[in-house]
Every structure is written in C-alpha cells, then in structure tokens.
C-alpha cells in the first residue's frame, strides 16, 4: 500500500534553532500534503494545506513565517521550523493525498 | 466546513465486551468519514473509511462503523474488546473533493479493563 516516510521521528534543538522536517511518498504521486500538530493528549490540528508548485495555505493562527512549507516536488515535502523555541515542541505528522490519504509516521520535536 | 464530535474522551470497558466510540459530524457536502488509531508516540493508522458506497463499512482488527445521514452519526464499534485495543481514536471528516482536508476530532481514549 501507500507509505509516507516522515523524517526525523523525533529531534531534540535548541532555541533559536531552525528544524526542517521531511515527508517522501514512497510508491505514489502526492498532490497535497498536509500538515498537522499535535500536542500532547490532543487531537491533530491542520497546520497547512501544500499542492505540489504552489504555495501553501495556511490555516488561521498559524504563522507561515514560522513554518515554512515546501512542496516542490509530487514526492516530497518539507516542513521548517525557524527559529524554534520551547512552546513549538510538538509532534507533528503529515499526510499525503494522491488517491486516498496516507499519514506519515509523526516527528517529535522538542525545543529546550 | 466540516467537523466532528467525539462523546466522551474517555471510554472503558472490559475485555471481551462490546466497543462502542461515538462521533457525530456535521458537513455542508457528502462527506467522506474516518476512524484512526493512534498509539502512543506514534502515527495514525486508518481502521476504515466512509467514501458513500456502503453505509456499513468494515476496517481492520474487528472494527466497523455504519454511517446514518439521518442521525449524522459514524459510530464505531467492535463486538469484543481486546486489551491491545487500549489506544486513542480520532474520527475525522473530509469533504471528498481532490484537495479536501482531512478534520479531527478530539479524540477517544480507549481503556480495557482485565
């Protein structure tokens, strides 16, 4: 079936500090990805939305100068978190469409 | 727009007893649903998915859910609970086109008791 691998799955940095998360679609297109966060003991809350060559679309609150999403391939996507600090820690998890949707594996991110 | 409700946060109940997690949408078009798990410190595995074919869907690990547009309702169940069923479930919506996001909800922990 369809897989997504998301890298890293967990990192530690420090503040101030920039992050690049990566997903790769491994055996398909992917024509959107999203991004979510999810902080601890809570649902997934949909941080962007990226079709491949365009920019992404942001969901309201969220700062897109502090995440910085690439889509610039129908493979791979990256999310950058810049100047990280300590209330960004989260896990985050993408997902991928491209004929259904297929979530990643998650990044841990943790800001001391 | 699109969302979902989950009753309960929490849910227990004894091993080999029926599951019942309850989510209720809320959708201006037809809308595609889902359940996932999740595991701690981990991602989400879809158990099944609503794409307005059959109104009883089947998933993985014994799950089902049966979608009833009068009630709004995608309830999930599964007939006999095991203690690896222990997780956190998220019922999500979408509104079906190409590019349509995918909507959580808060999610229901799932606790089996010996």
């Known amino acids: 079936g369809a897989v997504v691998s998301q890298h890293p799955s967990w990192v530690i940095c420090k503040s101030g500090t920039s992050v690049k998360i990566e997903c790769r679609s491994l055996?398909?297109?992917?024509?959107?990805m999203f991004w979510y966060r999810q902080f601890p003991k809570q649902s997934l809350m949909l941080m962007a939305t990226?079709?491949?060559?365009?920019?992404?679309?942001?969901e309201q609150g969220v700062e897109k100068d502090k995440f910085l999403i690439n889509h610039a391939s129908l493979t791979l996507s990256t999310l950058t978190v810049t100047s990280a600090h300590p209330e960004d820690s989260s896990f985050y998890i993408c997902?991928?469409?491209?004929?259904?949707?297929?979530f990643g594996s998650g990044t841990r991110l943790t800001v001391v | 727009a699109q969302s979902v409700t989950q009753l309960g946060s929490h849910v227990s109940v004894s091993e080999g007893a029926l599951v019942l997690l309850r989510c209720n949408y809320s959708?201006?078009?037809?809308?595609?649903l889902f359940w996932y798990v999740q595991y701690p410190n981990q991602g989400l595995q879809l158990l099944l998915k609503?794409?307005?074919?059959?109104?009883l869907v089947k998933g993985i690990n014994g799950f089902e859910a049966e979608f009833k547009k009068s009630e709004t309702s995608f309830h999930l169940t599964k007939p006999s609970a095991h203690m690896s069923d222990a997780a956190e479930y998220f019922c999500?919506?979408?509104?079906?086109?190409?590019?349509?996001?995918?909507?959580f909800g808060k999610g229901t922990r799932l606790h089996i008791l010996p």
């Open positions: 999500a919506v979408s509104g079906g086109n190409r590019d349509d996001k995918i909507i």
């Open positions: 997902s991928a469409r491209g004929g259904g949707y297929t």
């Open positions: 609503y794409t307005s074919a059959a109104t």
């Open positions: 055996d398909f297109q992917a024509t959107t």
């Open positions: 959708s201006s078009v037809p809308p595609y």
């Open positions: 990226s079709n491949e060559g365009s920019k992404a679309t942001y």
